[in-house]
């Protein structure tokens, strides 16, 4: 490949200037004439029937406009995969926090007053907030009948399982079985085995920007909805559904998202706002509180997650069982799939012949849970790498060598079966190891530990771009994708620069509403870099084969002998014409901006993965417990980086979401009602708590984006808690079976275990 | 946020007058960190604001003045406490202790007076004054009191305060001769929360024995507390480690945590002894090295 | 209703606002400058920090009211015409920032920051700056964001 001029080069974000002068509007900073603020009364109790609802005296408050219920609303139900939450409770609320009525008012302030004013009467039902529990003959059902709920086919570009929806055990949403190898014979042939059980609690994607929805219904009943969402195009299907119209009857607008991190992805107060709009006969604005995003947003799910593994006499895994329990919540609406598919991971980055992994994802009454960065990924990796370490401690073995003697080597066959070409899983750890000084002496009370994780491409869906020229030869080029702050545009803006050879200014990059932008699946799963970065290389060409045409055709030469160089093009006679002449000379023939747009949609399976392999290094202070993460080694298997910067961002911004997940952040949950309900109360890690962090980037040629690019955004969050705990234990001998690790939890565990030494020390005597 | 009339009287006595007329109907606003937050919650739903602010141009109530010891104005936000040059060179405990509440943002607008009238247990100003054997200040239209910081916490977001009054200044008596001091809050979770338990601790000595120890906690019971069993046990001994464990030790019968997610009752009163030993530590080897200051 | 004269990014503005209008929603509402973010409104994120007479403050936990007669800054008082202000400049450069959500917030902070002291040690960066939460970034492209600006490094 010739040198690479934009490509590789460190690039600030195409967007940056309208952010960092406060010039672009996120959705809760649209003004529109007339506009009304919508707020929700929401549910106190996890389970009961709404007995009867009150609104006279908020109807009767001046400045309110509308005030609904979900009695007054079609019986529609909603969700991303499964249709089964309605837009406001109708007869039962099933978890705190629930929306009950909507109010829509001239200011905000009116609009929480006339809440205050609104009598429902509710009757208890029993709850049930335990997912294990939950499946229980005798728990109390959290929707009594799910025959009527409806959902799409399972996609085909989830990896392949034994589907189960809503099989027959008690709130059961879907059970599903991954299976490799013959695991009864991979057992038989184990020399030990080990099983644990690990619990995760929820935790929220801590994104500062709150979930907010504008909607305005134009005198033709057109409706153009604004929403903090990363995926406009399925947004605008989703939302279409909802209101039972044709999706050309809606429009999805661009605004810029306030961090998503797999938060972004559901509609959110998004249908509430439409109702509220339409019976105001006012556009309505939403804008959700912390205390609602905390209390009743789409966290990530809690888990119970069961391992049991087979390791032969030479410390080699034969085989692993995984039984997964996920906590959806009160409702399955938020997750666009029907399990939660980060469970493939349940057999890490190992050898093992031999895999049977049983996933559950069950209601409770309790906050109905999302998907965030790598969903599943950071629960089952805790898991899967403590349980390793627990292993390698049994049989004596340190865990780096334990890890080293089981970690996928070019030829193996993944776990699940997947053959993925180029595997790095063995240099990315030993290249951790060594940045990390692994073995190297400690002082005491310090310790290291291991946390491994690997993940492919995303590939799913069609992505589209368009790229045009005006006359004055400016590139401008359209995305439907939402940038969620991963810095794709920009990634696609260099794309463009690269191809073309111009300078990267030279590029703009725009966002289209779903009516100008051409369809596009969105941000999610790691996928933009790879599809829309495809889509967009796509467009270069047919811009070039375009352009090539027309530029043939002035020089009077046959297409074949003229090139594009740079800006310009030359023929095999040497003559040369400037993209701004030709663009000039076509103006008045042609209609301008030419538009040429491209499409990509991955045809094969992803054939390459990205290890990452995560050492975190903490000083325990005996005395209270406290956890001090002195440094984080970072190690990722990549291909082309096409942006140095923005590249590093997802593996900083990552890390320290991971640093979060592993020490302070936790949805505390009471009686099915989270507890910690602001930002003072759950914690997220601030400018003070982050520690040393060192990056180590294996690179390698073999990715699926362009110019070999891999993907990065959901790594270095998954390992970090896994790789905390694990430090944790070989600083002061202590493990957590759950998360998050707090200082209480080890300080506890310390002194159980000097008690139970010294009562060993007694019986010894 | 709730309606309420928002009022700003240019003098003390109009503020002291409309205290009296609206009685608990009205609020004082200070820096509005905390009574903002709880208005927010409807915690609390004053029809009247009071704001004090055009009292920051009276001296008493916004400077910081030597005075045999100190006094503080209450309306001395907690950034000018900790950037004091009279502060960080006479009580550099308080300096300390200022800088470990909230974030600069905070600390630029939260008053002194707010700290102590808010009272909410977790905060940190309140041990340290309290082992500066505080007194402060409090004013009414029927005169001035003056009471020690000790009598001033009642409860749980409760103070001796009664409605029509107002806290003026902060009295820091003269500290006994070489003395040295410590706060350390215990944050376990993240740099910007409220301590999980916070101590602070005064120690002087007289040679080699202690000739005065005031020890105080907070996030430790309902309200900030001083351990005086803990300071009975240190007063006359040698400030040897067995002296300070043992003395530590007894602080467990002196708290009253209340549970939250930042620790049950049992860790909070077992990290209140590990933070008091520490604490008196810290406290002796400053007093050590101590040049008169406190 | 109180009637509010003030100073915002230079301009004199005067206006009649409630009595319990806050700060952020006065800015945001009532002058159309949405740059100034609202996150977690309790004062914990610092998402939403102006410039009150040069000082940090949370403009969620400020009253309109209260900033009569004040000077308020906000990140559209920091561009003179087009250009950016350093620590702008150094945002992009430097990766200071991804969403953009939090970023109004923390440029007014850096900017109250060096104000008051110009070189600034990375551990004063750190602990200045603890105030006002990230989610995207880990904070160590702000901090060296804000250090390259005290370094000097950065031109606009
Ligand atoms: C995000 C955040 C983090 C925080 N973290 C910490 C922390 O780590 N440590 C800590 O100690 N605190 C912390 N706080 C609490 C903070 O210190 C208090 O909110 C603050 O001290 C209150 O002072 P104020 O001037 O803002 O009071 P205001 O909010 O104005 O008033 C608080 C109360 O005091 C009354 N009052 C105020 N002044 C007087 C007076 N002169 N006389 C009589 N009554 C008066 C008011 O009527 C009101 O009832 C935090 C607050 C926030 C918002
Ligand atoms: S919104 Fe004001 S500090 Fe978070
Ligand atoms: S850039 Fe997204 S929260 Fe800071």
Redo the contacts with the bound molecule.
């Keep these: 490949m010739a040198s690479l001029a934009s490509v590789g080069q460190p690039a600030g974000h195409v967007e940056g200037p309208s952010k960092v002068t406060g010039q672009a509007r996120y959705t809760a900073d649209i003004r529109l004439p007339g506009l009304l603020y919508g707020k929700c009364l929401r549910s106190p109790f996890p389970h009961a029937r709404i007995v009867s609802i009150d609104t006279s005296q908020a109807k009767a408050l001046a400045g309110v406009h509308a005030v609904i219920t979900g009695a007054e609303l079609p019986d529609r139900r909603i969700g991303r995969f499964f249709l089964d939450k309605p837009v406001l409770a109708r007869d039962v609320v099933r978890f705190v926090g629930e929306k009950v009525v909507a109010v829509a008012a001239e200011s905000m302030d009116i609009a929480e007053e006339a809440l205050t004013r609104i009598a429902v009467e509710y009757e208890a039902l029993p709850a049930v907030f335990d997912p294990v529990e939950a499946m229980q003959e005798d728990a109390p059902r959290v929707h009594a009948d799910t025959s009527t709920y409806t959902h799409p086919p399972v996609p085909d570009f989830v990896h392949p399982g034994d589907d189960r929806l809503y099989p027959d055990i008690p709130n059961v949403v879907s059970q599903v079985f991954y299976t490799h190898g013959d695991i009864e014979a991979g057992f038989a042939q184990a020399a030990r085995e080990f099983t644990h059980t690990f619990t995760i609690p929820p935790v929220h994607q801590g994104y500062i920007e709150p979930h907010a929805s504008v909607v305005q219904i134009e005198p033709d009943g057109k409706v153009n909805l604004w929403i903090s969402n990363k995926t406009p195009f399925v947004a605008r299907a989703q939302f279409a559904a909802a209101l039972g119209v044709a999706e050309d009857r809606v429009c999805v607008n661009t605004a810029p998202i306030g961090g998503d991190f797999g938060g972004k992805g559901s509609l959110m107060d998004g249908v509430v706002c439409y109702h509220l709009a339409a019976a105001a006969g006012r556009p309505v604005k939403m804008v959700m509180s912390y205390t609602e995003e905390l209390l009743a947003g789409n966290p990530r799910h809690p888990a119970v997650i069961t391992l049991r593994t087979g390791v032969d006499a030479n410390g080699r895994i034969v085989a692993r069982k995984a039984r997964l329990v996920f906590s959806c919540g009160a409702y399955s609406a938020f997750t666009p799939l029907h399990t939660v598919h980060g469970s493939v991971h349940a057999a890490g980055p190992y050898r093992m012949p031999n895999v049977e992994i049983e996933v559950f994802r069950v209601y409770t009454n309790t906050v109905p849970a999302g998907h965030m960065r790598a969903p599943g990924a950071p629960q089952i990796v805790f898991g899967v790498e403590s349980h390793m370490d627990l292993i390698a401690q049994e049989l004596g073995l340190d865990p780096l060598e334990f890890r080293l003697r089981n970690t996928l080597i070019e030829g193996d066959a993944a776990p699940l079966g997947e053959k993925w070409k180029k595997i790095r899983c063995k240099e990315t750890l030993e290249a951790a190891a060594k940045e990390a000084k692994w073995g190297a002496e400690k002082t005491a009370n310090r310790g290291r530990g291991i946390g491994m994780y690997d993940r492919e491409p995303g590939a799913f869906g069609p992505s589209s771009a368009t790229l045009s020229i005006a006359a004055d030869a400016t590139l401008t080029l359209m995305t439907g994708a939402a940038d969620t702050g991963t810095g794709s545009y920009t990634i696609l803006q260099q794309v463009v620069a690269e191809e073309l050879q111009v300078p990267l200014e030279s590029v703009r990059v725009v966002q289209g509403s779903t009516d100008s932008a051409p369809w596009e699946v969105g941000a999610g799963g790691s996928r933009l870099t790879h599809m829309a970065g495809q889509a967009t290389l796509a467009a270069v060409q047919r811009l070039k084969e375009g352009l090539t045409a027309f530029a043939a055709r002035h020089m009077e030469t046959p297409s074949e002998q003229v090139a594009y160089r740079a800006g310009e093009f030359v023929n095999t006679n040497g003559q040369h014409l400037a993209l701004p002449t030709l663009m000039a000379a076509l103006a008045g023939r042609e209609e301008l901006p030419l538009r040429y747009t491209g499409e990509y949609v991955a045809e094969d399976p992803m054939d390459v993965t990205s290890f990452c392999a995560q050492i975190a290094e903490v000083e325990v202070d005996p005395a209270t417990g406290q956890v001090t993460l002195q440094k984080l080694t970072t190690a990722h298997d990549v291909g082309t980086v096409l942006n140095p910067l923005t590249h590093q961002g997802q593996v900083e911004g990552g890390a320290i979401q991971g640093v979060g997940h592993a020490l302070t952040e936790h949805l505390i949950v009471q009686d099915g009602a989270v507890t910690n309900v602001h930002l003072?109360d759950y914690k997220l890690p601030t400018s003070m708590d982050i520690p040393e962090l060192k990056t180590v980037l294996v690179e390698s040629d073999a990715g699926p984006a362009p110019y070999a690019g891999k993907a990065i955004g959901e790594h270095s969050n998954v390992a970090v808690p896994a790789a905390v705990a694990n430090a944790v234990f070989d600083a002061v001998g202590v493990r957590l079976m759950d998360l998050p690790v707090t200082a209480e939890k080890v300080y506890t565990a310390l002194r159980e275990k000097t008690a139970r030494s010294r009562t060993m020390r007694r019986g010894n005597s | 946020m709730i309606a309420f009339e928002y009022v700003e009287p240019e003098s003390l006595e109009e503020v002291l007058a409309l205290l009296e007329q609206h009685g608990e109907d009205a609020?004082?606003?200070?820096?509005?960190?905390?009574?903002?937050?709880?208005m927010k919650q409807r915690l609390?739903q004053p029809a009247y604001l009071i704001g004090?602010r055009q009292l920051a141009r009276s001296p008493e109530l916004a400077e910081i003045r030597p005075n045999g010891g100190l006094t503080i104005g209450?309306?001395c936000?907690?950034r000018t406490i900790e950037t004091s040059a009279l502060i960080q060179h006479r009580l550099p405990l308080l300096a300390t202790t200022f800088r470990?509440?909230?974030?600069v943002r905070?600390r630029t607008?939260?008053?002194l007076?707010?700290?102590l009238?808010?009272a909410?247990p977790?905060?940190?100003?309140p041990p340290a004054l309290l082992v500066l054997d505080a007194r402060i200040r409090i004013q009414s239209r029927h005169g001035a009191r003056e009471i020690e910081l000790g009598d001033f916490f009642v409860d749980y977001y409760e103070t001796a305060?009664e409605p029509e009054?107002?806290?003026?200044t902060v009295v820091i008596p003269p500290q006994p001769a070489d003395t040295g001091t410590a706060f350390l809050k215990f944050l376990p979770q993240t740099h910007?929360?409220?301590?999980t338990i916070a101590v602070a601790a005064l120690v002087s000595l007289d040679g080699d024995t202690i000739a005065q120890a005031r020890i105080a906690l907070g996030a430790a019971a309902a309200t900030p507390l001083r351990a005086r069993a803990v300071e009975t046990a240190l007063q006359g001994q040698a400030p040897t480690p067995q002296v300070i464990h043992a003395a530590a030790a007894l602080v467990a019968e002196e708290v009253d945590p209340l549970a939250d997610f930042r620790g049950s009752v049992e860790y909070k009163r077992d990290m209140a002894v590990v933070f008091t030993q520490r604490a008196i530590e810290q406290a002796v080897t400053h007093a050590r090295g101590a040049s008169g200051n406190v | 209703m109180k009637s509010i004269q003030l100073r915002v990014n230079g301009q004199a503005v005067e206006r009649d606002v409630a009595d319990n209008t806050l700060l952020i929603d006065f800015l945001r509402n009532g002058l159309d400058l949405t740059g100034t973010k609202e996150g977690c409104s309790?004062?914990?994120c610092g998402a939403c920090t102006v410039l009150l007479d040069g000082q940090p403050v949370?403009s969620c936990?400020t009253l309109a009211v209260t900033a009569d007669g004040c000077e308020v800054t906000t990140i559209e008082g920091l561009t003179e015409g087009d250009r950016l202000h350093p620590l702008q400049k150094a945002f992009i450069d430097y990766g200071g920032f991804q969403c953009g959500i939090c970023t109004p917030g923390q440029i007014m902070s850096a900017k109250a920051l060096l104000d008051e002291n110009p070189h600034p040690s990375k551990d004063e960066i750190q602990s200045w700056m603890m105030g006002n939460l990230c989610r995207c970034t880990g904070y160590y492209k702000i901090i060296e964001s804000i250090q390259a600006v005290a370094d000097g490094k950065v031109s606009t």
Aim: glycine share 14%; hydrophobic share 45%.
């Design positions: 003072g | 609020k004082v606003l200070a820096g509005g960190t905390g009574l903002i937050n709880l609390v004090l209450a309306l936000s907690h470990h509440v909230a974030s905070i607008a939260a008053t007076g707010g700290s009238a808010h909410d977790n905060q940190d100003p305060l009054e107002l806290i003026t910007d929360d409220y301590a | 309790v004062g914990v949370s936990l």
